[in-house]
């Protein structure tokens, strides 16, 4: 939105964190007749005169990996190997459904239950961005970008870096296929994708102060 928002913004964002009521608007989801007020937008009449706006003759290319788009890459969780042989093919093979109860914190995923050796319970212990738990049921979660500090789940698997832009813009009714990888790979292309979005970053100041000068 050209100007932003202008909201009083809460760990440097303007989103809306439901579960802890901040941030946004009131802290809660948007509702019918809540008006938002805009920012003071820059003054580009220098630039595009009487015209309102400018389409730009250049675009940038967002595509930086050639790889299958419909995979998300995983490394071996801290508890992988409690899972059956026959849950190791099925998390590697099967495609996953992400459910309508899947938020910020955690997509919750649909898909043949998965079992274990043993049912011994699982010290609660760290997780991050990525960490895939194994939920009662035998069903899946992906914890995001809200997600808790410790879980008591079993770690099966870690998204790697690099994915977590891909897997954040899924939405409920998405399907997910995994596939396991290494941690060189996973290295390499957290580097390429880095370098990806310097070079990106640089082409879009060139270009925009080759448009500003001419």
């Known amino acids: 939105i050209k100007g932003g928002f202008d909201l009083t913004k809460w760990l440097g964002s ?66 992988f190997d409690r899972l059956t042989d026959s849950s190791k093919e099925k998390l590697n093979q099967q495609s996953y459904t992400v459910t309508n109860q899947s938020d910020r914190m955690g997509y919750q995923l649909k898909g043949e239950p998965l079992s274990l050796h043993t049912n011994e319970e699982v010290v609660s212990s760290g997780v991050n961005f990525g960490t895939v738990q194994l939920l009662p049921g035998g069903q899946l979660i992906v914890l995001m970008a809200d997600h808790q500090t410790t879980g008591g789940f079993p770690r099966v698997a870690h998204v790697i870096t690099s994915d977590h832009s891909k897997l954040a813009q899924m939405r409920p009714g998405n399907s997910i296929r995994f596939r396991f990888t290494d941690l060189t790979t996973a290295e390499n292309l957290l580097i390429k994708q880095h370098q990806h979005l310097l070079q990106l970053q640089n082409a879009c100041i060139f270009r925009l102060q080759e448009f500003m000068h001419a």
Not at 22 to 45: F, M, S, T, V, Y
Not at 50 to 61: Q, Y
Request: glycine share 10%; charged share 25%; net charge negative.
């Open 14 to 79: 303007n989103s809306t964190h439901i579960k802890a009521g901040a941030g946004g608007h009131k802290g809660r989801p948007l509702q019918n007749d809540d008006e938002i007020r805009l920012g003071a937008a820059p003054d580009l009449c220098p630039l595009i005169g009487k015209k309102e706006c400018i389409v730009l003759p250049w675009k940038a290319d967002t595509a930086w990996n050639s790889d299958d788009a419909d995979e998300i890459l995983l490394l071996p969780g801290n508890e």
